[in-house]
Nanobody, 128 residues
Framework: QVQLVESGGGLVQPGASLRLSCVAS????????MGWFRQAPGNEREFVGT??????????AELPDSVRGRFIISRDNANTVSLQMKSLNPEVTAVYYC???????????????????WGQGTQVTVAS
C-alpha cells in the first residue's frame, strides 16, 4: 500500500521559516515526480512545486512565480521530497499536500489531476 506522509507543519509568526518533508512508502518512486500543493479554506488546490527524478538523481524542478525566491523544493532520494519556506506571511496559510505523479500519465506538473498519490496534508499557519 502506497503512503505519502508529510511532516513539519505548524504555527509560525510572519517572517519565520519552515521546512516540510514528505516520505513515501509502498513502492519506489524512481521515475515519478514528487511535489507539493496547498489548499486554503474556500480555495482550490494550488500548485506549489514539483521535482523530477530519474534513477538516482533529481534532474529538474518547477516552482510557480507565487513562491519562487521564497520556497526551495528538493528531492533527497526517490521517495523523499522537501519544501523549505522562508519569509512566511499569513497568505501562505493552508494545508500543504505532498503528491506523486507517474509521467506516463502526463507531464502537466501544475495540475493536481496529474498526480496519482497524495498525502493527508500538514497544516501551515502563519499568524502573529
Amino acid at each position: 500500500q502506497v503512503q505519502l506522509v508529510e511532516s513539519g507543519g505548524g504555527l509560525v509568526q510572519p517572517g519565520a521559516s519552515l521546512r516540510l518533508s514528505c516520505v513515501a512508502s509502498g513502492r519506489i518512486f524512481n521515475t515519478y515526480s514528487m511535489g507539493w500543493f496547498r489548499q486554503a479554506p474556500g480555495n482550490e488546490r494550488e500548485f506549489v512545486g514539483t521535482t523530477r527524478w530519474r534513477v538516482d538523481r533529481m534532474y529538474g524542478a518547477e516552482l510557480p512565480d507565487s513562491v519562487r525566491g521564497r520556497f526551495i523544493i528538493s528531492r533527497d532520494n526517490a521517495n523523499t521530497v522537501s519544501l523549505q519556506m522562508k519569509s512566511l506571511n499569513p497568505e501562505v496559510t493552508a494545508v500543504y499536500y505532498c503528491a506523486a505523479a507517474d509521467p506516463k500519465y502526463g507531464t502537466t506538473w501544475s495540475s493536481a489531476s496529474n498526480y496519482q498519490y497524495w498525502g493527508q496534508g500538514t497544516q501551515v499557519t502563519v499568524a502573529s
